[in-house]
């Protein structure tokens, strides 16, 4: 499988950030989300950069049990990978306390939601797991990668007074109210390639520093340039680009690079 340069699609949001790097090819405006993805067959896992300049409504997301329930291909599992902060920034994930559905519906109704998620300082580095049913919400000052199962199913609790729909019943009924007890951690800052996580739809990796890719194998890679550069026969992947395919035959990567790569399950 050779490796290609996947398409950019440029999300606008009212809480997205006006000083997106250049390398990103944005429009002007307030670019909160790139999504990287064939337009004409889309792949099992979507990656995304994220930046935030207001926070993200209290959201959740179902499971494949769930969502095949309600008539979806499949739920959503997703990683967040920060790479970039300013201020007093946060990322809310699951709550202070557990909460019976009744609870929760209430706490979102009232707004008493927004200070029940347990919002945790976060640094450039910072990574967590976020698995179907946990409650969440990203801050304000926050850039970060998102790699997610490719389905776009987002169920709002509470969203600040902004005038969007929310979500309560499906929500409220995939959710679990509960403290967070996922997988998390820093990125490494020691060279060579290192497993992140390894869940039920896919695993991430960091190659940091000069890295043999070959151990990698025929199977295929999702790779996501953070520092850095990795040149490849389809062009030279760079931050603001998402490359996919295989890495078997290896690659040039920069001394100073940072890579994520993501392998389907």
Request: net charge negative; with cysteine; hydrophobic share 35%.
């Given at each position: 499988m050779?490796?290609?340069?996947?398409?950019?699609?440029?999300?606008?949001?009212?809480?997205g950030?006006?000083?997106?790097?250049?390398?990103?090819?944005?429009?002007?405006?307030?670019l909160?989300?790139?999504?990287?993805?064939?337009?004409?067959?889309?792949?099992?896992?979507l990656?995304?950069?994220?930046?935030?300049?207001?926070?993200?409504?209290?959201?959740?997301?179902p499971?494949d049990?769930?969502?095949?329930?309600?008539?979806?291909a499949?739920g959503?599992?997703?990683?967040?990978?920060?790479?970039?902060?300013?201020?007093?920034?946060?990322?809310?994930?699951?709550?202070?306390?557990?909460?019976?559905?009744?609870?929760?519906?209430?706490?979102?109704?009232?707004?008493?939601?927004e200070?029940?998620?347990?919002?945790?300082?976060?640094?450039?580095?910072d990574?967590?797991?976020?698995?179907?049913?946990?409650?969440?919400?990203?801050?304000?000052?926050v850039?970060?990668?998102?790699?997610?199962?490719?389905?776009?199913?987002?169920?709002?609790l509470?969203?600040?007074?902004?005038?969007?729909?929310?979500?309560?019943?499906?929500?409220?009924?995939?959710?679990?109210?509960?403290?967070?007890?996922?997988?998390?951690?820093?990125?490494?800052?020691?060279?060579?390639l290192?497993?992140?996580f390894?869940?039920?739809h896919?695993?991430?990796?960091?190659?940091?520093g000069?890295?043999?890719?070959?151990?990698?194998?025929?199977?295929?890679?999702?790779?996501?340039?953070?520092?850095?550069?990795?040149?490849?026969?389809?062009?030279?992947l760079e931050?603001?680009?998402?490359?996919?395919?295989?890495?078997?035959?290896?690659?040039?990567?920069?001394?100073?690079?940072?890579?994520?790569?993501?392998?389907?399950?």
């Amino acid at each position: 499988m050779s490796l290609e340069i996947l398409p950019r699609h440029f999300v606008e949001k009212p809480w997205g950030q006006s000083d997106v790097p250049a390398a990103f090819g944005a429009p002007e405006g307030k670019l909160g989300e790139v999504w990287f993805d064939r337009a004409d067959a889309p792949l099992p896992l979507l990656c995304k950069w994220l930046f935030t300049s207001e926070k993200l409504s209290v959201q959740v997301h179902p499971n494949d049990e769930q969502a095949r329930a309600r008539s979806l291909a499949s739920g959503k599992e997703e990683c967040w990978i920060v790479t970039e902060t300013q201020g007093d920034a946060r990322l809310g994930i699951g709550l202070t306390k557990s909460l019976s559905h009744e609870e929760l519906r209430a706490a979102s109704l009232s707004g008493e939601i927004e200070d029940l998620l347990d919002w945790k300082p976060v640094k450039p580095g910072d990574w967590f797991h976020i698995a179907p049913g946990t409650v969440h919400a990203i801050g304000a000052g926050v850039r970060l990668v998102e790699i997610q199962q490719n389905a776009d199913v987002t169920y709002r609790l509470y969203d600040y007074g902004r005038p969007r729909e929310l979500h309560l019943d499906d929500g409220i009924a995939v959710s679990n109210p509960s403290v967070y007890d996922g997988a998390q951690g820093h990125l490494s800052q020691e060279p060579g390639l290192h497993l992140l996580f390894d869940g039920p739809h896919f695993r991430i990796l960091q190659a940091q520093g000069p890295t043999d890719l070959e151990s990698l194998g025929e199977r295929p890679c999702y790779i996501v340039p953070v520092k850095g550069a990795l040149a490849t026969a389809a062009g030279e992947l760079e931050p603001g680009s998402v490359g996919y395919g295989s890495l078997a035959g290896g690659g040039s990567v920069s001394g100073d690079s940072m890579l994520l790569i993501a392998q389907e399950s």
